[in-house]
Nanobody, 124 residues
Framework: QVQLVESGGGLVQAGGSLRLSCAAS????????MGWFRQAPGKEREFVAY????????NYADAVKGRFTVSRDNAKNTVYLQMNSLKPEDTAVYYC?????????????????WGQGTQVTVSS
């Protein structure tokens, strides 16, 4: 059974930083692209970042480029999202997801397994 468990969310002031973690189990972690998505109240879930299985390829949404960094530790079956210079508009529930394959994707429909999400709230 595949499990993705996010942690590290919380309340932070604008300009602050948070580091999200996502621990994976039940899948061959090193063989799958991992993604981060977010969903703000009343909005659709949107792509934030992905990282390829080796970590050699990453991609970011324009809204977070230059502020967020995705990384992974295949030895620990964990993917991270370092979020710096946070803005109130970054407030959302953040989800990690597994593509379930080596292929990359920025679409929610391209991801097979999802975590339960962690709340990030940025105050102004």
């Amino acid at each position: 059974q595949v499990q993705l468990v996010e942690s590290g969310g919380g309340l932070v002031q604008a300009g602050g930083s948070l580091r999200l973690s996502c621990a994976a189990s039940g899948l061959t972690f090193s063989s799958t692209t991992m993604g981060w998505f977010r969903q703000a109240p009343g909005k659709e879930r949107e792509f934030v970042a992905y990282i390829s299985r080796s970590g050699g390829a990453t991609n970011y949404a324009d809204a977070v480029k230059g502020r967020f960094t995705v990384s992974r530790d295949n030895a620990k079956n964990t993917v991270y999202l370092q979020m710096n210079s946070l803005k109130p508009e970054d407030t959302a529930v953040y989800y990690c997801a597994s593509r379930g394959s080596v292929y990359i994707s920025t679409s929610t429909s391209g991801y097979v397994y999802w975590g339960q999400g962690t709340q990030v709230t940025v105050s102004s």
